[in-house]
């Protein structure tokens, strides 16, 4: 290994763009991220995978709209849990 490297000339290397992800900077309650930690040792798959399919399942279930077939299935579940 030299003493010193000459990057005089030297060029920065093409940059990677993800596609499709944005680092942000978050900060989440200590029992939140206790329990994606939990569930990555279990799952053995990474927590923030793990947080960001919770928000894209909960984001998905409040985009889709309320329809009258939903609504009738909600109340014969209801009226199924009364009689």
């Known amino acids: 290994m ?4 000459d990057f ?3 060029k920065r290397g093409a940059v990677l ?3 499709g992800k944005t680092r942000i900077t978050l900060y989440l309650d ?4 206790e329990h994606f930690r939990a569930l990555s ?3 053995g798959r990474g927590y923030q995978t793990l947080i960001n399919e919770a928000l894209s399942v909960h984001t998905q279930r ?5 329809t009258s077939e939903a609504v009738r299935r909600i109340v014969r579940e ?6």
């Open 17 to 19: 763009p993800t596609t």
């Open 30 to 33: 200590n029992e939140v991220l």
């Open 8 to 10: 005089f000339k030297a």
């Open 2 to 5: 030299k003493k010193e490297y």
């Open 62 to 66: 409040r985009e889709q709209p309320l």
């Open 41 to 43: 040792e279990k799952t």
């Open 78 to 83: 209801e009226l199924a849990l009364q009689g």
